[in-house]
């Protein structure tokens, strides 16, 4: 059955920024195929005058997350950067909410909730549902899934429109059964405009 969208609805676009595309220091393999469906998404809530939400990964150049102080990640996405800019097919409406995250040296944030506001900017915007499609599926999306479904919202991941990096084989399945367990429930283009 058709996503019937309503007033309430937010679609939250996570990190699809140059450093996670092919060809980006941090490259989320197949990213790119997930851009003309987001645009897709994308056009649906703009019709409907809905918030389109855009998170981004703005560290400073000495993150605690990269390779040379001891993290798990090649730097990327550094605050200012070509590579922290959202992908320039992205068709991001004007008027998009940006919410920048890990921007503290010393802390990771994967979940768009973490120090951002983002929690009051979804009530001053009266969000009660949330679609959330982006990158990468075990890390920023699992994590901001995960914590918008504690918050109380609902929450639909859009499994057309999200890419695991899988470091280790089966972790974008594990992470959708945790969304899952979570309370998150999954949509596709083609059942959501139908
Ligand atoms: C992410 C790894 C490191 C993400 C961010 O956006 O999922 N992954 N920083
Ligand atoms: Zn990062």
Redesign the pocket.
């Known amino acids: 059955m058709a996503t019937q969208l309503a007033a309430g609805d937010a679609l939250m676009i996570?990190?699809m920024?140059n450093d996670?595309l092919p060809g980006g220091s941090?490259e989320?393999p197949g990213a790119n195929a997930l851009i003309p469906v987001l645009n897709r998404y994308i056009a649906c809530f703009q019709t409907y005058r809905l918030p389109v939400i855009a998170t981004r990964?703005w560290?400073p150049p000495d993150h605690c997350?990269f390779i040379e102080q001891g993290g798990?990640?090649s730097p990327?996405?550094v605050a200012g950067s070509a590579g922290a800019a959202f992908h320039a097919d992205l068709a991001l409406p004007a008027d998009t909410h940006i919410v920048s995250k890990?921007t503290a040296r010393d802390t990771?944030a994967?979940s768009g909730f973490s120090g951002t506001g983002l929690q009051e900017s979804l009530q001053s915007l009266q969000i009660q549902r949330i679609f959330v499609g982006?990158?990468?599926?075990?890390?920023?999306?699992r994590n901001t899934v995960t914590d918008a479904l504690r918050l109380g919202y609902a929450v639909i991941v859009l499994q057309d429109a999200i890419q695991a990096?899988n470091r280790q084989p089966g972790d974008s399945r594990q992470a959708l059964d945790d969304m899952i367990a979570h309370g998150a429930t999954l949509t596709q283009f083609q059942a959501f405009a139908a």
């Open positions: 996570i990190d920024q996670f941090l989320v990964d560290h997350s798990p990640w990327h996405c890990a990771e994967y982006g990158v990468a599926t075990e890390y920023c999306v990096i």
